[in-house]
Nanobody, 120 residues
Framework: QVQLVESGGGLAQAGGSLRLSCAAS????????GKWFRQAPGKEREFVAA????????RYAEAVKGRFTIFRDNAKKIVYLGMNSLKLDDTAVYYC?????????????WGQGTQVTVSS
């Protein structure tokens, strides 16, 4: 059974930092690209970042470029999302996903989400 479990969410002040983790089990981790998405209240889920199988390639949504960093540890089967210079607009439920395709904004497997709330 495939499981993706996010952690690290919580409350942060604007300008602050958080690091999210996504621990995978039940799948061959290094054949899946890792992705992060988020969904703010009243909005559709949107793509945030993606990382390739080996971690050599990354891409980001324009809204987070330069502030967020996605990285992975294949030995531990974890994908991380480092978030710096947080803004109020970053408040959302953050979901990790695993997908065979690096270039699309879809996920084959999903985590349950972790809440990130940024306050002023």
């Amino acid at each position: 059974q495939v499981q993706l479990v996010e952690s690290g969410g919580g409350l942060a002040q604007a300008g602050g930092s958080l690091r999210l983790s996504c621990a995978a089990s039940g799948l061959t981790f290094n054949v899946y690209n890792g992705k992060w998405f988020r969904q703010a209240p009243g909005k559709e889920r949107e793509f945030v970042a993606a990382i390739s199988l080996s971690g050599s390639r990354t891409r980001y949504a324009e809204a987070v470029k330069g502030r967020f960093t996605i990285f992975r540890d294949n030995a531990k089967k974890i994908v991380y999302l480092g978030m710096n210079s947080l803004k109020l607009d970053d408040t959302a439920v953050y979901y990790c996903a695993a997908d065979p395709n690096y270039f699309n904004n879809f996920g084959s497997y999903w985590g349950q989400g972790t809440q990130v709330t940024v306050s002023s």
